[in-house]
Structures are given as structure tokens and as C-alpha cells.
């Protein structure tokens, strides 16, 4: 025997737009046929793109990260952030692609966004996270758009141009050692310039995409009362003419457990010259536009990663043998694959619904129920996709066996990038909050839930009519919870808060695989998603527990080991 002589086959991709099943069916239910015909080369061209050049630039930026070098030979502080030429050659191909520019050309209407999330699923497992600046500037020139169109028309063609050498990314400076999430505790302070501008004095602890030519950040004018409300929203360009730093000072580079090639910084800020978006005042609501944006673009970073994975796994089922035969012909290891296909499928469709009804809103074309369904919907995609992503790239290693932990795969990376997904834009449960919020004070929650029951009672008289009636019987369930809690007081309803908004992520997820499954067989295309649907709906609809009670309370205080207060 010459079993000393076997090498194992590594995992290979082909064209990841061929190859995603899942992804090609969706933008042809979404997307109109005279429309999509013409982007669906585009979709292929990139698909080859993201399999082969690049795959290679993503691997070379990942193994030379940055480096802060603060001083010059000749001991002047210049605080230089030195990035690999693949960051840069990733970040070129994202504005030739047109990646940061559909969204704001006008030629699609209300489906660039759906253009552009094909592109972006496509793009960014292979992108070595170029994909968070990308988030980050688009969301910035949403945000200027909308409230501060002087500033906008300055800066705004730098942000959306398919011109490299004229692109500028933005980043969002928000996170300071006093708050992360809780942004009322930002210490930044901004001071009154003599040209009419501010200047900022201040820290910020984690800002991604520090090499940026602009960013967006929160302090409080000086004077100002505390708490959130009073912030206001500053932009600020990181450099002047002469390429020096605009009153900045990098601390040092951050030690990420992933991330690795993405530039993120610890800054203070020394009299930064900064100009108010919008003027001073209500810089919470200001920043609005931006997370929204950016958590989309995190579910699409999600869905992506489970896809691409799925495609590696699927290639190197066919090519590991062991136990007499490949992977792909054992049964148990088929139906892990298949699991993961259901999350991917299931991920995909709540994620590109979000992008169709954004897509119609910044065309104009949205209805009131339109616009209060993306309220919930875009925090529910961001959450769950986000965990989504995170589970399936463990389980992903653990379907390579041995090879998924050996740094020079190259598979460590995936579960190493998933896991910032479920913290960027929000954690499980700040977002969980955010849904209770739009539910009690927006009534968006009401609304979510009568374009769910109309859209089930639409798939009542068709081949997916027990999943659509199963999900229906669980929207009543969550609703009936949703009241229940909200009158037992918000510590009960807060209580709870995580597992209803998983609950809305089921259902919605549900809803679009049985949409997607009809509308499948319908087109003579097969039983894929409305096999997922099925079983989707068999395995996800679960009960929410009693968790407003004082007897569930004390239940969890005794878990914790916990006193009353």
C-alpha cells in the first residue's frame, strides 16, 4: 500500500454565483426579468472574480495586516497606518464593481439595493473584510442625504464613485472606553471654531477603517446636558491638504481575535476640525440612516459567509474519503450539510426582503406598512443572520475535521471574521431592544404582523399551505406574548426581549421560504426551498416561554445566584 504517499484535496471553489442555487433563484423571484437579465452577467463575471483574483488578494491582506507606525526616522509624530497593497487593490475592485455606487445612480429604482446585495454576496467572503468600510461609507452617504444636503453634494460623489483613484471611505467613530452601545455616555467634547466649524477633543477606542479618508462621530457641544438625546452628529476629513492628520493621534492599532487585514485604531482627538451634520443637536436620530444601513449590509456579510462556506464544504464532501467511502455518501454528513443549507436559505431570503423594501423606500415607492416593516425587520435580519453566520462557521470547521484548525487552510479565518458579525452594529441583545422599542413606541410590530397574515393567507390554497398556516398559528402566538409582557410591566417585557425577536426572525424567515418555495414550483424550478421551508418551519416555530411572571424572575435570579435587591 502507498497510504503514507495520500494527500488530501483541499476544498475548491468554482463560480460563486453558479454555484449558490439559492442565491440565483431569489433575485429571479425579486428582481424583473428585463431588468435582471442585464446584471446577471455582472453577477457571473464577479462570481469567477471572487473564486480566483479576488480569493488571492483577500489570503495576502489577511497575512500582512497593518501596521501603525507613529513616528517618523527623525522622531516627528506622524502616526502613519501602513496597509498591504491587496487592501488597497480589494477596496479598488469594491468601487469598479460598482458596489459602492448602485445604491445612489438611479438606473435600477427600487432594485439597486437588490443589484447591490448580489454584488456584496458575492464580494465580501472574498474581500478580507474591505466589506466594513464599504458598510460604513455607504451608510455615511445615506445619512448625509438625508440630513445635511450642502455637505452631501460636497462629499457624497466621493463616497458613490466607480473611480478608484477618486473613491473616499468613511468610517464611524462611536465607541468610547465610557460606552459602546450606550452612546449617551460619550465623553467627546466639541468647542465652537472662529470659521464656524468645531473643533473635538476626546477618545475613541474602536474605530474601524482608520486609514479613511472622512468620518462620522458623536461628541456633545460644550455646555451641553448629558444623556443621549443632546449629542450631535460631527464629520470630519482625517487629513488636510498636505496629508498631515487633522488634530489626530493614533494610540495603537487593535489586537482582534479576526479581522485581521481591517485597519482599526484607538484615537485621540486633539481639536480635530470637524463640521455639525445637519447642525448641532439630535445626533442619535442623525446616525439613524447609517445603522440601518450598515446592519444590512452585516446580514448580507452573514448570509455570505454561510453561503461560501456551504459551497466549500459541498466540494471537499465529494473529494474526503474515509470510512470506505466520501463524505457526500454518508447520510449522517449529508444532513448536516442540509441543516446548514435550511439557515442559509432561510438567512438569505429575511436579509434580501429587508434590501426590497429598502430599495423601495429610497426610491419612493414605499407604503407606510412598507417603511414600519423595515423598522423591525432590519434589526431582526442583523441578529439572527449575524448568529446564524456564527454557528454555521463552527460547524463548518468541524466538517473539515483536523484541517478546520490549522491556521495555513485558511479555514480558521471564516469562524475568526463570523464572530464580529453578532457585536458590530449592535449585539443580540441591544438590537433585541430596539425591536421592543419600534413595537411599543411605533407601533411597528402591529404592522409587521397584518403584512405577515396577509402574505401567509396569500399561500393558503398552495402546495406550502401547512408551513404557511404553522407560522401563521406562531404569529398569534408571539403577538398574544408580545401584549402579555408589555402588560406586565417593561422589566418583563425586557425580560423576554431576545427570544421575541428570535421569534420574529422565525417567522419572517419562514415567510420568505415559503414565498420563495411557491413561488419555485409554480415556475416548474423544484422542491429545494420549499423543502427548506417545510422544514423550517417544522424545527423553528418555538414556544416562547413565561419569562415576564415574578415566579420567572426569582427562577432566574436563582440560576445566577443572585439576591433580591
Known amino acids: 500500500m502507498a497510504g503514507d504517499d495520500f494527500r488530501q484535496d ?76 491587496a487592501w488597497q487593490a480589494l477596496q479598488d475592485a469594491a468601487a469598479r464593481l460598482g458596489l459602492y455606487a448602485v445604491p445612489y445612480e438611479g438606473a435600477l429604482g427600487p432594485h439597486a439595493r437588490l443589484h447591490q446585495g448580489a454584488l456584496l454576496a458575492l464580494y465580501a467572503p472574498s474581500s478580507a473584510i474591505a466589506s466594513c468600510p464599504l458598510a460604513m461609507t455607504d451608510g455615511a452617504a445615506r445619512t448625509l442625504l ?7 453634494a460636497r462629499v457624497v460623489p466621493r463616497f458613490t464613485t466607480r473611480d478608484p483613484r477618486a473613491l473616499w471611505t468613511c468610517g464611524q467613530w462611536m465607541t468610547e472606553t465610557s460606552g459602546g452601545s450606550d452612546v449617551g455616555g460619550t465623553r467627546t467634547v466639541a468647542r465652537p471654531d472662529a470659521d464656524g466649524g468645531y473643533r473635538l477633543w476626546g477618545s475613541k477606542w474602536f474605530t474601524s477603517a482608520v486609514t479613511s479618508q472622512a468620518a462620522l462621530t458623536l461628541a456633545r457641544v460644550e455646555g451641553a446636558p448629558e444623556g443621549s ?35 482599526t485604531a484607538e484615537l485621540t482627538l486633539l481639536g480635530a476640525r470637524a463640521v455639525a451634520v445637519g447642525g448641532p443637536g439630535q445626533g442619535v436620530r442623525k446616525i439613524t440612516p447609517l445603522l440601518n444601513t450598515t446592519r444590512l449590509h452585516n446580514a448580507v456579510n452573514a448570509c455570505s459567509t454561510i453561503g461560501r462556506l456551504l459551497q466549500l464544504l459541498r466540494d471537499y464532501a465529494r473529494r474526503r474519503m474515509a470510512f470506505g467511502g466520501a463524505l457526500s455518501a454518508k447520510p449522517l454528513h449529508r444532513e448536516t450539510l442540509a441543516s ?110 397584518d403584512d405577515t397574515r396577509a402574505r401567509l393567507a396569500a399561500l393558503d390554497a398552495g402546495p406550502l399551505a401547512a408551513s404557511a398556516s404553522a407560522l401563521a398559528a406562531h404569529l398569534e402566538h408571539a403577538a398574544t406574548w408580545f401584549r402579555a409582557a408589555g402588560g406586565a410591566g417593561d422589566e418583563a417585557l425586557e425580560a423576554g426581549g431576545r427570544r421575541f425577536a428570535m421569534a420574529v426572525a422565525a417567522i419572517s424567515s419562514g415567510l420568505a421560504l415559503c414565498e420563495q418555495g411557491a413561488w419555485a414550483l409554480a415556475q416548474g424550478l423544484g422542491e429545494r ?37
Do not use: M
Open 340 to 449: 446548514l443549507q435550511v439557515e442559509y436559505e432561510a438567512a438569505l431570503g429575511l436579509t434580501f426582503e429587508c434590501l426590497r423594501l429598502l430599495g423601495r423606500l429610497e426610491a419612493g415607492q414605499a407604503t407606510p406598512r412598507d417603511r414600519l416593516c423595515l423598522r423591525v425587520l432590519t434589526p431582526v435580519a442583523k441578529l439572527a443572520s449575524a448568529r446564524q453566520a456564527v454557528a454555521a462557521a463552527s460547524e463548518a470547521l468541524e466538517g473539515f475535521g483536523g484541517a478546520g484548525y490549522v491556521e495555513d487552510t485558511g479555514l480558521p479565518v471564516w469562524l475568526r471574521n463570523a464572530q464580529v458579525l453578532s457585536i458590530w452594529e449592535g449585539t443580540t441583545n441591544v438590537l433585541s431592544l430596539d425591536v421592543l422599542r419600534a413595537g411599543v413606541r411605533e407601533g411597528a410590530l402591529d404592522a409587521w404582523a
Open 529 to 565: 426551498t420549499a423543502l427548506a421551508a417545510r422544514r423550517w418551519t417544522a424545527e423553528k416555530l418555538r414556544p416562547l416561554p413565561d419569562l415576564g411572571s415574578a415566579a420567572a424572575e426569582a427562577r432566574t435570579r436563582e440560576l445566577l445566584g443572585l439576591a433580591e435587591d
Open 146 to 152: 438625508e440630513h445635511d444636503p450642502a455637505l452631501a
Open 229 to 263: 438625546a443632546p449629542l450631535s452628529l460631527f464629520f470630519l476629513e482625517l487629513r488636510d491638504a498636505a496629508g498631515s492628520l487633522n488634530g489626530i493621534r493614533v494610540e495603537r492599532l487593535k489586537d482582534k481575535l479576526g479581522t485581521r487585514a481591517l485597519p
Open 10 to 85: 483541499p476544498p475548491r471553489l468554482g463560480n460563486t454565483y453558479d454555484d449558490d442555487p439559492a442565491l440565483r433563484g431569489l433575485l429571479r423571484r425579486l428582481i424583473p426579468d428585463d431588468v435582471r437579465g442585464p446584471l446577471e452577467a455582472e453577477w457571473r463575471a464577479l462570481g469567477a472574480e471572487a473564486a480566483g483574483p479576488l480569493l488571492e488578494l483577500a489570503r495576502a491582506a489577511e497575512a500582512q495586516p497593518p501596521r501603525h507606525v507613529p513616528f517618523d526616522a527623525w522622531g516627528r509624530r506622524t502616526d502613519v497606518v501602513e496597509t498591504c497593497p
